[in-house]
């Protein structure tokens, strides 16, 4: 399971869902009243895009991650390589509110994105691009919880605003950026919480998050962040595979069933489970399952999952975002020992 992680060490947090932009097509983009003059922004590559494209303000040297110290207003300035896009290709930049790619269902997307931020730029004729991106001065989305900065309760889940580019022609997402705002708060460390039965000598540790932690929804003093909000953890799909957490008993690592749910956010006619009986508007938290067996003691007990996120983590797993590390948390007392 390390090995996993370290193979994912290169790589950037999720795609926006593949549908993020087809609600797009209701708004006539071709018209030209709703683009902007030319400007644009990316960064990781959207599969099958080839994109390879680097950006930076004056906090950020030039990167294929991600924005910190991101300003209302302010400008970040984007270099993709030639080959990058097919000779002229039209792109739409737009940035999302952390919301769009978890909400449910999909078709609600266009209530998380800032519509007046929309711009136009055309690749080169060697598949280049050399552009900037204006931040809006001010973010504006027709869901109300829609925010860039995000909310704290959302940065407690593990969200950041989305910079993000799409084709004109099909409007498929090609790569993206995570935006962190200067000045924005960062997620609260997660918890943990685990029982134990033993069979055999061997001992089996259930693992969750300690309750009231992360009530649904997450409130500014809660503790959901796991790492990896929009995809979850394992994720075979994303990538080439993001890695189930670890669990580490006595520092070695141990085999089990460890997983995080997705953050969901569920809007009127959400589809996915667990929006299930919820109003709309509720940001459902990620939240640790699984199991580990050892025959070892039972602490201390560690959990490491993926960052997919540019917030520094906690723990000493190798990092998966450039200067920052993974999610950590360790058992607090001894293990609950089930009958």
Same mark, same amino acid.
């Given at each position: 399971?390390?090995?996993?992680?370290?193979?994912?060490?290169?790589?950037?947090?999720?795609?926006?869902?593949?549908?993020?932009?087809?609600?797009?097509?209701?708004?006539?983009?071709?018209?030209?009243?709703?683009?902007?003059?030319?400007?644009?922004?990316?960064?990781?590559?959207?599969?099958?895009?080839?994109?390879?494209?680097?950006?930076?303000?004056?906090?950020?040297?030039?990167?294929?991650?991600?924005?910190?110290?991101?300003?209302?207003?302010?400008?970040?300035?984007?270099?993709?390589?030639?080959?990058?896009?097919?000779?002229?290709?039209?792109?739409?930049?737009?940035?999302? =509110? *952390?919301?769009?790619?978890?909400? @449910? %269902?999909?078709?609600?997307?266009?209530?998380? +994105? !800032?519509? &007046?931020?929309?711009? #136009?730029?055309?690749?080169?004729?060697?598949?280049?691009?050399?552009?900037?991106?204006?931040?809006?001065?001010?973010?504006?989305?027709?869901?109300?919880?829609?925010?860039?900065?995000?909310?704290?309760?959302?940065?407690?889940?593990?969200?950041?605003?989305?910079?993000?580019?799409?084709?004109?022609?099909?409007?498929?997402?090609?790569?993206?950026?995570?935006?962190?705002? =200067? *000045?924005?708060?960062?997620?609260? @460390? %997660?918890?943990?919480?685990?029982?134990?039965? +033993? !069979?055999? &000598?061997?001992?089996? #540790?259930?693992?969750?998050?300690?309750?009231?932690?992360?009530?649904?929804?997450?409130?500014?003093?809660?503790?959901?962040?796991?790492?990896?909000?929009?995809?979850?953890?394992?994720?075979?799909?994303?990538?080439?595979?993001?890695?189930?957490?670890?669990?580490?008993?006595?520092?070695?690592?141990?085999?089990?069933?460890?997983?995080?749910?997705?953050?969901?956010?569920?809007?009127?006619?959400?589809?996915?489970?667990?929006?299930?009986?919820?109003?709309?508007?509720?940001?459902?938290?990620?939240?640790?399952?699984?199991?580990?067996?050892?025959?070892?003691?039972?602490?201390?007990?560690?959990?490491?999952?993926?960052?997919?996120?540019?917030?520094?983590?906690?723990?000493?797993?190798?990092?998966?975002?450039?200067?920052?590390?993974?999610?950590?948390?360790?058992?607090?007392?001894?293990?609950?020992?089930?009958?």
């Amino acid at each position: 399971m390390q090995g996993g992680t370290s193979q994912f060490s290169r790589l950037w947090r999720h795609p926006v869902t593949r549908k993020a932009f087809v609600v797009l097509g209701t708004l006539g983009l071709a018209s030209g009243a709703l683009i902007s003059q030319a400007t644009s922004a990316s960064a990781t590559p959207i599969t099958p895009s080839a994109s390879n494209c680097t950006y930076s303000n004056g906090t950020t040297s030039a990167n294929s991650a991600g924005v910190v110290g991101v300003t209302p207003g302010s400008t970040i300035t984007i270099s993709c390589a030639a080959g990058s896009f097919p000779a002229g290709t039209l792109l739409i930049l737009v940035e999302t =509110s *952390g919301l769009a790619p978890i909400v @449910s %269902p999909s078709s609600a997307q266009l209530d998380e +994105v !800032d519509i &007046g931020s929309l711009a #136009l730029v055309g690749a080169a004729a060697d598949g280049s691009l050399a552009t900037t991106f204006k931040v809006p001065a001010a973010f504006n989305a027709s869901d109300g919880n829609a925010t860039c900065p995000p909310s704290q309760a959302q940065i407690n889940v593990g969200l950041t605003c989305d910079l993000v580019m799409a084709s004109l022609s099909g409007l498929t997402p090609l790569n993206e950026a995570e935006l962190v705002y =200067s *000045g924005q708060g960062t997620p609260n @460390s %997660p918890t943990l919480q685990t029982k134990f039965t +033993v !069979d055999h &000598g061997v001992k089996t #540790l259930t693992a969750s998050d300690v309750p009231g932690a992360c009530p649904t929804p997450p409130t500014a003093d809660s503790h959901c962040w796991w790492g990896a909000p929009v995809p979850g953890s394992p994720n075979p799909t994303e990538f080439s595979g993001i890695p189930a957490p670890e669990g580490k008993v006595v520092k070695l690592v141990t085999s089990g069933t460890l997983a995080v749910s997705p953050a969901v956010y569920c809007q009127v006619g959400a589809t996915d489970a667990a929006c299930s009986g919820l109003p709309a508007g509720t940001l459902v938290p990620p939240a640790l399952s699984g199991t580990v067996t050892t025959s070892l003691g039972i602490e201390p007990f560690f959990i490491d999952e993926p960052n997919t996120t540019p917030y520094t983590g906690t723990g000493t797993l190798p990092s998966l975002i450039p200067g920052s590390a993974n999610v950590e948390a360790q058992q607090t007392g001894l293990p609950i020992r089930e009958h």
